[in-house]
Structures are given as C-alpha cells and as structure tokens.
C-alpha cells in the first residue's frame, strides 16, 4: 500500500492552511479585541457546571487524536479486547461519583494537591505538586508529542523526529499568537467534529466491509472476544482485571485533568450525574475509535503499519476536502492539548512551587516571566520524552500508551485509597508511597520498556500484572509505615466524611448504566 501523502491532494492542504489559519484570527479577537467581562475565565468556573457539561468536558479531556491513532491500531491488530480499556472503567467512574467526589466537594478544594495537603499536610501537597508536573510531562506532553509526531510525519512524510519538533514549534506560535484560547474556544466544535467523522468512518467502513456478517467472517473469532484466556500474550483477562483498576482509580478519581470538571460541579448531584455521563458516554469508544481499526483489518489486510490504520480509513474512505478538514481538526486538537499541558506545567511549578516556596514575594511580572521559561524548559524536556518512546521496540502503539500510565498510576492510586479508606494512615506513609513509589514505578518502567524491552525479553509480566505488584507492594508500605509511626496525624479526617448522601436518582442510573455494561461483558463473553 502507497504511504498515506501520496492519497493527499493539494486541495486537503489548503483547507488545513485555511482553518489554522482562521483559528489564529479568532485567537486574536479573543486576546486582543473581544471585551472581557468582570469575573470571565474564574477557576473552576464559579462551581456551576451541570451533568451535560461535566460529562462532555471529562469526555473531550479522555477523547483526542492520541486515542484515535493508539485505538484503531489496537483494533487492527487485536480487535475488541482493548475496549476493556473504555468499557471497563464504568467502576471507577462510579468510585469517582459516590466515594471521591463527595470528600472532594465537601472540602471545598480547588485542587487534589490541596485537598491531600488538609489530609495529610504541607509536605504532602509539595510532593504531590512535584508528581503533577512529572505526569504532566510523561502523559499529557511526552505521549501526545509521540503520537502526534507519528500522525504528522503519516501526512507529510516527514521523519519521526522533525514531525514532534514542529508540533511544538507550531503549539508555542499559537500561545504567541493566541491561538490557546482560539482553540479551546473552539474545542467543543472540534471535539464534535471529531465524533461525527468518527462515525461516519466507521458507518463507511463497516458498510464496505460487509455489515455484520461480512466483517465477522474475514476476521479471527477472538477478536469478538473482550475476554482472553490466561495464557495470552497481549491482553490475558486476569491481567486486565487486576491492574486495570490501579490505572482506573489514578485516572478517573485522583487525576486532576479528569477530576477538574467534578470540582467545579453546581453541586454534589450535578458531579455525580455528570460522572454517570460519561460512563454512558465511554461505550461509544469502542463504536467510534476501535471499530474502524477492525474495519480497516479487512478492507486493507495487507497494511504493514496498524498505526497508519486510522489515517488509511480517512484518506481511502472520506471525500477530498473533507480529509483536509479531519486532517486540520486533528491537528489543531494535537495543538490545544500540548498548549493546555505546558499551562498546566506552568501554572503547577510557578504557583505551588516557585511563588509558594522559593520566592514567596516574586513579583506578577516575576511569576510571569518564570512561567514562560518553566514552558520552554517543559517543551523541550517532552521532546526528549516523546523520542525516548519512539525507541521503544516490540510493543504497539496502544500498549505503550496504557504501560506508561499503567507504571505512572500506582503511587497516586495507592496514597489515594489509604488516605480516603483508611483513618490511621499518617503522613510519613503518605509521603513515602509517593515518593519512593514513584522511583520504584519508574524503575520498573525504564527496565521494562527500554533497558530490557518486554518485546525482546518475554520472561517479563504483563505490564499491568506489574503496575498490581507494585500497586500492592506500595498499599502495604503504607499500612506497615502508619502502623509503627507513633507521630501519625489524627486530627485531619475530612477526607473520611462525605458531603452528603448519593441522591436516588443518581443510583438509579447508575444501576442502569452496571447492567448495560454487565450485558456488553455477557455478549462478548470470550467464548
């Protein structure tokens, strides 16, 4: 099969010149020449998101084209077993809505560093300051980077390097320019955008294909499986069903890109509405993202590449002009998202560390100018990152995606779930699973997928078998630690007392949500 540029036409081009470039001028109005009204852009958003919001913003913030490219990849080359990933964290999202999100809410907190530094102390909130910005780097700016440089280098043909150079070339002449606040005023007609052409792609796809019966005949029985047996290689059931839940405890309840949306809830029933959202919202991953990497199995069998699965699809399936269009989206939300991760680097180093700690009487000017080089500093270490993953060798796209957050998650997961469950926990515990946890985990991660790559040496375990290992290793530090710490803080406790009482209403749907899902598990049961 041609390399995906050569299917592009002159036409796509111009209408990703076009709609950067309307983006950069709508950027401007908004910066420079739209009036700001009293109060605009307040954090949190005044505490007044409802359900609808809450669910779409945590969906937009799960959803991008990281997910498009690592998801039809897994559906070519393993089918829907890698929806465990979307269909499985309906739990977690619910831990999220009934345990997390009232304890949230209930202390008033803007942040999670915040809320675990009234739980446990100062000391605890800088460590966890420091965590945040060492998952921003790794999750949000060094695996966006990577998959975005696979994406830009499919369109233009350009090496893997050069591709994640110009993307944050491009990212840092839209913050100049303005073009941050364009794109996230615009990101939820991209966002929506995206999901339409999904679905057309793969309604196209599966039409083609052969509908139902077509597809299911020219691809393997057990890509309808979402169960695999122990014994396999790439996703044995038992490996998802103990280490996804350490990924889903760290994503769905202790992230604070996902947990943001729930602390600016109107209140604690518009959270958990919001929450059961997108569980809803979660099933059409696998329709959207997952589906038209197994259509694109059978229509293009002979693809080398399964990263190139999604790109295939567009420019073999959408009309000229319209594979512009997907093309200009896809960047621009690659863009938005490598901007809002180095805010977020920025703002976590320059206002919890630097002006809280080092230079507690910096200047505006002062804290301005630090976030700028903090920015720059950040850009360039994610670069390193973003390459560092392309060396990796022997494991998918999406296997890298999910064995980076898998060994980021259980020093966040294990503090969390001790500091909430249970009273007796102390500080000294808290800072030592967050610290050593963090070194062990990474560790284990350099080994794993560098320095003895799993593709090369298959003695080693799954990597979410692992990420369980060192989940429960740290749990029972923590436990040993706070049981022979005769200085464990016993006053602070809000983090044990919820808000209040999960509305009827609200386990009604997510009763119905358990059983919808429960049936999906049935249905594709592994047979």
């Not at 500080?427 to 990474?442: C, D, E, K, Y």
Request: net charge positive; hydrophobic share 55%.
């Amino acid at each position: 099969m041609n390399p995906i540029h050569q299917y592009l036409v002159p036409l796509d081009f111009i209408i990703v010149g076009i709609y950067l470039i309307l983006l950069i001028g709508i950027g401007y109005w908004i910066s420079f020449v739209k009036p700001k009204q009293e109060g605009e852009n307040l954090f949190l958003a005044n505490r007044s998101l409802k359900w609808y919001s809450i669910g779409l913003n945590m969906w937009g913030t799960n959803v991008g084209p990281s997910m498009l490219v690592a998801s039809a990849s897994a559906g070519f080359t393993s089918g829907l077993v890698t929806g465990n990933f979307a269909w499985y964290a309906f739990p977690f999202i619910f831990l999220l809505a009934t345990v997390f999100a009232p304890r949230y809410l209930g202390a008033q907190v803007q942040t999670l560093p915040e809320f675990m530094g009234k739980r446990f102390g100062q000391s605890t909130r800088n460590i966890l300051a420091w965590y945040s910005i060492v998952t921003i780097l790794i999750s949000w700016l060094g695996l966006t980077l990577y998959s975005g440089g696979i994406l830009v280098s499919q369109i233009l043909d350009f090496p893997m390097w050069l591709s994640i150079l110009l993307l944050v070339v491009i990212s840092a002449f839209f913050a100049i320019a303005g073009g941050l606040k364009a794109i996230a005023f615009t990101n939820v007609f991209q966002m929506l955008l995206l999901i339409i052409v999904s679905f057309i792609l793969a309604w196209l796809g599966f039409q083609k294909a052969g509908g139902i019966e077509g597809i299911v005949e020219k691809t393997p029985a057990h890509y309808w499986n979402l169960l695999k047996p122990v014994d396999d290689k790439d996703y044995p059931w038992l490996a998802i069903a103990l280490g996804y839940p350490v990924m889903g405890i760290w994503f769905w309840c202790t992230d604070q890109s996902m947990v943001q949306s729930i602390l600016g809830a109107k209140n604690l029933k518009q959270g958990q509405l919001g929450a059961n959202f997108i569980g809803w919202l979660k099933i059409l991953d696998v329709a959207l993202f997952i589906i038209p990497g197994i259509c694109c199995f059978v229509l293009f069998p002979q693809l080398k590449n399964p990263d190139e699965a999604y790109m295939t699809m567009v420019v073999n399936l959408l009309p000229q002009g319209m594979t512009g269009l997907i093309m200009a989206v896809l960047i621009a939300a690659l863009i938005s998202t490598i901007d809002s991760a180095l805010n977020s680097l920025s703002t976590v180093f320059t206002l919890d560390i630097y002006a809280r700690k080092y230079n507690t009487n910096a200047s505006t000017a002062q804290i301005v100018k630090t976030g700028r080089w903090v920015a720059v500093a950040g850009a360039l270490v994610a670069v390193g990152l973003a390459l560092a993953m392309d060396s990796i060798r022997g494991l998918k796209l999406f296997d890298i995606f999910q064995a980076v957050l898998g060994f980021i998650a259980p020093p966040m997961a294990a503090v969390f779930l001790l500091g909430v469950f249970w009273k007796r926990t102390s500080t000294r515990a808290a800072n030592f699973v967050l610290s050593a946890g963090t070194l062990i985990s990474f560790t284990v991660a350099i080994f794993y997928l560098w320095v003895f790559p799993a593709g090369e040496y298959p003695q080693w375990p799954h990597f979410l078998l692992l990420s369980f290992y060192i989940f429960c290793g740290l749990l029972f530090l923590g436990v040993i630690i706070s049981l022979t710490d005769k200085s464990a803080r016993k006053e602070n406790d809000l983090s044990l007392t919820a808000s209040a009482k999960t509305d009827k209403k609200v386990m009604i749907w997510w009763l119905i949500l358990a059983i919808v899902m429960i049936s999906f598990y049935i249905i594709f049961n592994g047979h």
